[in-house]
Each structure stands twice: as structure tokens, then as C-alpha cells.
């Protein structure tokens, strides 16, 4: 069965570094996701990317955050400084379409943790 | 503001006893309404669609139920395999509007 595939499985870093993690989505999907867990919390979105560019952000996908494909395969979630209240676990996810029977396949996540 | 509220927060039953879990949404329109299940460490693993008061959907020991201002999973005879984090989610009506927004979840234990 077809996968959502996402590394590191879980990441170490300090205040203010960057971080990248990355997705590599269902090959026949067209829409991506960026969804975040705090430990305790509601998964909450982040971000929507189609067409090669962001259709729907979230107020916490400020400047600090950024997507991208670089290829045909992978969808990359950028953090430029990371801060303590990063730390979460941050789920990838992709469907074929924004309508109709929409299943939203998630990846395994990544899990950030910020010192 | 589109708001997702889950109840109970956690619960324990004993294999083969059936219960319900409830998800209360307010939405400005209600385009669909989800519902998944989360083990301990993985992303969420789709269940169910609903789109429409009336709507029923079923899956093996689950069936999920909508209604214009919540949903229920009724779980039938469970067994251990089913213990699991069960989150409700809804996507809004609107152009462009793609985002899922999802409820803290119902904790299910199930007892052998």
C-alpha cells in the first residue's frame, strides 16, 4: 500500500538553528500538507501546497517557516530559527484532491525537539 | 472561528462492550467531517468521510453517524486491537479552503 514517507523520524537541535524536514508524499497525489502535534495537543494545520505554491496558511506559518518541491518527489517543511515552542511532532500528508471522498494520507511524522 | 470538541476525553471499556464517541463541531459550512484513528507515535490513519446530516459510513466494528451539529463513532464489540486515539476533524466550505480542523481527540482503552 502506498505511503506518506517522512524524515528524520526525530530531530535534535538548538534554539535558532535551522531546520529542514522532509516528506516524500504518494507519487499520484496532487496536494500536500504540513500539519503539527504539540505533545498533549490538537494536531493543527500549518500549511497547503498545490501547483507548486502554498494555497492555504495557517497564522502559525509565519515567516519563519517555509515549503517547498524541489523535485518531483520530495515536499520540504523549513524552519529558519527554530524556538523552543517548535518542539512538536510535525506530520506530512497528501490526497489526490481537495474535494469530494478526500483521504488524507498522513506520514509517521518527524519529531522536533528544540534545546 | 471553526472549533472541534471531543467527548469523553479518554475511555476504558471492556472487550465486547459497545459505546459511542461524541464530536461536537461548529462550522460557518460544513464541507466534510473525518474521523481517524492515531496510535501512540504514528500520524493519523483515515476512517471515515461525512458530508451530510443523515450520513452513516461503517467499517468493521465502527460506524460513524452525522448530524448538522455532531457526529458519533459507535464502536460495536470492541476488541483490544481498537484501543487507540480517535480524532474528529472538519473541513470548512469555502474556495481555497483546504485545512482539516481537528478535535484533541477521544483516548480509547479496551481491556481483554
Known amino acids: 500500500e502506498p505511503e506518506v514517507t517522512q524524515t528524520p523520524s526525530h530531530q535534535v537541535t538548538q534554539m535558532g538553528q535551522e531546520v529542514i524536514l522532509r516528506c516524500v508524499p504518494i507519487s499520484n497525489h496532487l496536494y500536500f500538507y504540513w500539519y503539527r502535534q504539540i505533545l498533549g495537543q490538537k494536531v493543527e494545520f500549518l500549511v497547503s501546497?498545490?501547483?507548486?505554491?502554498?494555497?492555504?496558511k495557517s497564522e502559525i506559518f509565519d515567516d519563519q517557516f517555509s515549503v517547498e518541491r524541489p523535485d518531483g518527489s520530495n515536499f520540504t517543511l523549513k524552519i529558519r530559527s527554530t524556538k523552543l515552542e517548535d518542539s512538536a511532532m510535525y506530520f506530512c500528508a497528501s490526497s489526490q484532491r481537495d474535494w469530494g471522498d478526500r483521504e488524507l494520507f498522513f506520514g509517521e511524522g518527524s519529531r522536533l525537539t528544540v534545546l | 472561528e471553526d472549533q472541534v470538541t471531543q467527548s469523553p476525553e479518554a475511555l476504558r471499556l471492556q472487550e465486547g462492550e459497545s459505546s459511542s464517541l461524541n464530536c461536537s463541531y461548529t462550522v460557518s459550512g460544513l464541507r466534510g467531517l473525518f474521523w481517524y484513528r492515531q496510535d501512540p507515535g504514528k500520524g493519523p490513519e483515515f476512517l471515515f468521510t461525512?458530508?451530510?446530516a443523515g450520513e452513516e459510513k461503517e467499517k468493521e466494528r465502527l460506524k460513524a453517524t452525522l448530524t448538522k451539529k455532531e457526529s458519533f463513532l459507535h464502536i460495536t464489540a470492541p476488541k483490544p486491537e481498537d484501543s487507540a486515539t480517535y480524532l474528529c476533524?472538519?473541513?470548512?466550505?469555502?474556495?481555497?479552503?483546504?485545512?482539516?480542523?481537528f478535535g484533541q481527540g477521544t483516548r480509547l482503552t479496551i481491556n481483554p
Open positions: 476533524a472538519v473541513q470548512a466550505e469555502g474556495w481555497g479552503s483546504q485545512k482539516l480542523v
Open positions: 501546497f498545490y501547483n507548486n505554491e502554498i494555497s492555504e
Open positions: 461525512l458530508y451530510s
